[in-house]
């Protein structure tokens, strides 16, 4: 198994508050992703860092930022949580090589009441 | 917009017989196709993958099939075991800045084994 830990694994927060979900990964992987799940829809893609302080958007990052000051940690914060971003999120990491395919980490399960 | 799509959100197969799961996909861009297996309270798990220049894969029990011109690609599991009860995701890959890769999911077909 790939070595991507999440953090944490669950949390329940109120609707305003901000959250911070942190991804770590011992892979020493280029890339690293942020994904969310959510019935109906599979995962979506949130953000993603091609390398240290560089992240880009990806298809769904209204409400949501990341930091990667470090190669194994990215960081995807919620500024003031709302209830739409209830969901299932999971960290994933790649490699430069082309062929490699993404490796996802085990998710963290966020309800905002 | 739907760019990739799994039309069916389950299917029942029985223990020992083949089971078919369906993947539809608009943009021809798209240059590899994977099919990631989960299991519930755990991430995806990477299961095979398809170069878009093949029409075949296979690995053990599991067979992918791809056709560009229908844009259409087939996950085949032939024997099917208990343990292959899970959620299929099939997935389609662009690359976007500096070789990033960005993964876009079917919704999911719910795949249950019964012995």
């Known amino acids: 198994d790939a070595g991507i830990t999440q953090s944490p694994r669950h949390k329940v927060t109120e609707t305003g508050t901000p959250v911070t979900l942190r991804c770590h990964q011992t892979?020493?992987?280029?890339?690293m992703y942020w994904y969310r799940q959510d019935p109906g829809h599979g995962l979506r893609l949130i953000h993603y860092?091609?390398?240290?302080?560089?992240?880009d958007k990806g298809e769904v990052s209204d409400g949501y930022s990341v930091s990667r000051s470090k190669t194994e940690d990215f960081l995807l914060t919620l500024e003031s949580a709302t209830s739409s971003q209830t969901s299932v999120y999971f960290c994933?990491?790649?490699?430069?090589?082309?062929?490699?395919?993404?490796?996802f980490g085990q998710g963290t399960r966020l309800t905002v009441v | 917009d739907q760019q990739v799509k799994q039309n069916s959100p389950s299917l029942s197969v029985q223990e020992g017989r083949i089971s078919i799961l369906n993947c539809d996909y608009t943009?021809?861009?798209?240059?590899?196709f994977l099919w990631y297996k989960k299991y519930p309270a755990e991430g995806p798990t990477f299961l095979i993958s398809?170069?878009?220049?093949?029409d075949k894969n296979e690995d053990g029990r599991f067979t992918v099939f791809l056709n560009k011109s229908a844009k259409h690609l087939s996950l085949h599991i032939v024997p099917s075991q208990p343990g292959d009860s899970a959620v299929y995701f099939c997935?389609?890959?662009?690359?976007?800045?500096?070789?990033?890769?960005?993964?876009?999911f079917g919704q999911g077909t719910r795949l249950t084994i019964n012995p």
């Open positions: 994933a990491i790649s490699e430069v090589y082309k062929n490699t395919e993404a490796f």
């Open positions: 892979e020493n992987h280029r890339y």
């Open positions: 860092s091609y390398g240290v302080k560089d992240t």
């Open positions: 943009n021809s861009m798209f240059d590899y």
């Open positions: 398809i170069s878009s220049i093949k």
């Open positions: 997935a389609a890959r662009g690359f976007i800045i500096q070789g990033a890769q960005k993964l876009v």
